[in-house]
């Protein structure tokens, strides 16, 4: 079993749409759970971190996290063509982190 | 505002050369980090440090090795390179907080034939 694992793409969503984003992790013990976006050919950037069980948005992004399930998403509220891009998940423990594949998505104009 | 800088940013190698992928950051980080990327993939973890004189292996060290002489400096060392280095390699690093975000080189896009 992977240590991180997101729900495969690509996901296409209209402009102006919620994309929503599903990533399950297998070690009880993460302690911190990350969201990055990756545009093609570029490096990674944060753009969302939780560590709490609930709910954190920050503008159109919202983290949501379930420790009990071990499962963490991130919802993209009125999406926008420049969010298309693929999206990591990735979960730390003992300050490693572990990636997804990554999903990538395509918001359609 | 350098971040973290990698260089370079290219290289072609040809299957036995060796070569070393630098990487240093000015944010005074202790935790820095060596990934590979392969096409369609995440990210693997290679080796980490911790801080000065500090090294770990990651998923996949195999071929490689590093060493972390300084705060700033965290180079990454090819040997004999096979076709199967062929990948994109990002260089990261993190301050020692709770949410430890790490912050992200451009990378270096490295071909082996």
């Known amino acids: 079993q992977k240590e991180v694992e997101q729900n495969s793409g690509p996901l296409s969503v209209p402009e102006g749409a919620i994309a929503s984003l599903n990533c399950t992790y297998s070690?009880?013990?993460?302690?911190?759970f990350f969201w990055y976006r990756q545009y093609s050919g570029k490096s990674p950037e944060l753009i969302m971190f939780?560590?709490?069980?609930g709910d954190k948005e920050d503008g159109r992004f919202t983290a949501q996290l379930n420790k009990a399930s071990q499962y963490v998403s991130l919802l993209i509220r009125d999406s926008q063509p420049s969010d298309s891009a693929t999206y990591l998940c990735a979960v730390i423990n003992d300050y490693k982190l572990s990636f997804g594949a990554g999903t990538t998505v395509t918001v359609r104009a | 505002n350098a971040g973290v800088t990698q260089t370079p940013k290219f290289r072609i190698l040809k299957i036995g050369q060796s070569m070393t992928l630098q990487c240093t950051q000015d944010?005074?980080?202790?935790?820095m980090y060596w990934y590979r990327q392969d096409p369609g993939m995440g990210l693997k973890l290679i080796y980490y440090?911790?801080?000065?004189?500090?090294?770990d292996k990651g998923e996949v060290p195999n071929g490689y090795n590093v060493s972390r002489s300084t705060t700033e400096d965290f180079p990454l060392r090819l040997e004999l390179a096979a076709p199967s280095q062929t990948s994109v390699y990002f260089c990261a690093s993190s301050s020692d907080s709770r949410e430890r975000p790490q912050h992200f080189g451009d990378g270096t896009r490295l071909s082996i034939l």
């Open positions: 070690d009880r013990g993460s302690q911190s």
């Open positions: 440090s911790v801080g000065a004189g500090i090294t």
């Open positions: 939780i560590y709490s069980n």
């Open positions: 944010m005074n980080h202790n935790y």
